[in-house]
């Protein structure tokens, strides 16, 4: 891209040294003829004496004829059309075209004003909302350690609740089996005492055979063992 | 002394044959052509620029947008503050139409800077002149023709002097030196152009006494290329210079002296 560009601009420069010599023959060596055929034949009209071949100021005025009119001096026809041409440049511009352009800068500064002003609005908003979800995240947390709290507390009553029936039943169940125990153990002694009467009632009777009788021998045993229990307690 | 070999007078450089209408007060020539075509380059430049109005300028859009707040900053602003506000557009145009009249100067196959005939610098100063001028009365009502001459604080005997000096200052000078600023200038450079190309062409293509010339032909159109830039820069700032000078001279009618 650079590279065409910069052939396009060398060839701009060399096509303007091939166009430059053209102003040279701007106005055409024919006109300038004609120019000069008229001044001279003016000047020879002028000065009579010239035809007679002398006179200085024949001289001169012919001298004259060379010299380039000044550039000073502006064409009227030039004034004209430039005048009007710029005049008509003016009045498009300065009615029509500014205007246009005008509307749309404005339209655009506007555009951007209110971008912007909607940018720092939707900015607050949105401050402010992340402000109270903050303050709704703080509240959720309180919330939620009070929660917490309350189920600690509630585990904590829940716990020594269960504990405490636990050691009641574990109470209940060493009485219940103490009883058992107790009784058991009073049944056992009836069972014993009873085995022991009947052993010795016979062991008796055949030591002293019949020499008391059988009712009498029962009570003598049943003294002598109740004698025994409460000696053993 | 080249152009003395070549031309029979300077005026070869600068006239030109009429299209329509030769030799008549209605004679259109090459320069009233330029004259017109920079008129519609301007028109185009801003008629698309201005109605486009896409929100994002591109193209055409941008240039006529920072063209036109270029001139409003750099010379309604800066030379008249927030009352140049609603000159801009005077200005604007004034700038690139001189700049497009000016820039024909280094186009190629034109070449030829239609502000380099007196008749369009000097119709340009003319409207500059009445535009301050009445700018003057319309700020400042009928005492602006003298406040504008007579400058606050200058002891009596010296007004003598000084209020002549003024009027001729202001009122006769200031659209003449605004003319020949331009007008000499953009002829400078069209000298200065056609001399580095007939000394190109006579070393490079015509060659009347030689081989040997050959040798000294890059340097006159080294220069050529040279000024062809440097005329660009002087299109541009005769533009500025102009403008902004016309900007200075209604700020300065819209306020009295203090």
Redesign the interface.
């Known amino acids: 891209m650079r590279i065409r560009r910069l052939l396009l601009g060398a060839l701009l420069v060399v096509g303007s040294v091939a166009a430059l010599p053209t102003p040279a023959h701007a106005a055409g060596a024919k006109d300038h003829a004609k120019k000069l055929y008229a001044c001279v034949q003016k000047a020879v009209e002028e000065h009579p004496e010239a035809k007679k071949g002398e006179g200085e100021e024949f001289e001169n005025a012919l001298e004259d004829c060379k010299k380039a009119a000044s550039l000073l001096i502006p064409a009227l026809p030039e004034i004209l059309w430039g005048g009007l041409a710029f005049v008509i440049v003016l009045i498009v511009l300065t009615k029509f075209a500014f205007p246009a352009l005008k509307k749309g800068l404005k339209a655009r500064e506007d555009k951007i004003r209110e971008d912007l002003e909607a940018a720092s609005r939707a900015r607050e908003e949105a401050e402010a909302e992340s402000a109270q979800y903050r303050s709704a995240i703080g509240d959720a947390r309180s919330e939620a350690n009070t929660i917490l709290e309350e189920a600690r507390a509630d585990a904590e009553r829940v716990r020594r609740d269960v504990v405490a029936r636990a050691e009641s039943e574990a109470a209940e169940i060493r009485e219940r089996a103490q009883e058992d125990i107790r009784l058991a153990q009073e049944r056992a002694m009836a069972d014993l005492r009873a085995q022991v009467a009947d052993l010795s009632i016979g062991l008796a009777e055949k030591v002293v055979e019949r020499n008391l009788d059988r009712d009498t021998q029962r009570a003598l045993i049943d003294s002598y063992i109740d004698s025994v229990g409460s000696g053993s307690r | 002394m080249v152009l003395a070999e ?13 299209l329509v209408g030769p030799h ?9 052509l330029m ?2 075509v ?2 519609i380059i ?2 185009a430049l ?2 698309i ?5 896409r ?1 994002v300028p591109s193209g055409v ?1 941008n240039v ?2 920072a063209g ?2 270029a001139v409003e900053d750099n010379i309604a602003l800066a030379a008249m503050g927030e009352e140049g506000r609603k000159w ?3 200005f ?2 004034m700038f690139f ?1 001189i700049f497009f009249i000016n820039i024909w100067s ?1 186009v ?5 800077p ?1 502000t380099s ?4 610098p ?3 100063a003319l ?1 500059s002149w009445l535009t301050f001028i009445i700018a003057g009365f319309v700020y400042q009502g009928p005492k602006y023709f003298f406040s504008n001459i007579n400058p606050p604080g200058v002891p009596g005997p010296m007004k003598i002097i000084v209020i002549p000096i003024e009027f001729f200052s202001k009122y006769l000078v200031r659209p003449f030196s605004l003319a ?1 600023r331009l ?1 000499a200038n953009m ?1 400078a450079g ?1 000298v200065l ?2 001399i580095f ?2 000394m ?2 006579e070393l490079a293509i015509s060659r009347n006494s030689g081989t040997f010339q050959l040798i000294f032909a890059p340097l006159p ?1 080294l220069g ?2 040279a000024f ?1 830039a440097f005329e660009l820069l002087v299109a541009v700032l005769q533009a500025f210079i102009f403008t902004i000078l016309t900007a200075v001279y209604i700020n300065e009618s819209a306020h009295a002296e203090h």
């Open positions: 070549l031309l029979p007078n300077i005026n070869e450089l600068f006239e030109w044959k009429g008549t007060w209605y004679e259109f020539n090459k320069v009233s004259a017109f920079s008129t301007c028109i801003f008629w620029g201005g109605t486009r109005r929100l859009q006529a947008e036109y707040l801009t557009p005077f604007a145009t139409w280094v190629p196959f034109v070449q030829f239609a005939r007196f008749a369009i000097l119709f340009l409207v020949v007008f002829t069209h152009l056609a190309a007939i190109t062409n159109f050529l290329i062809t």
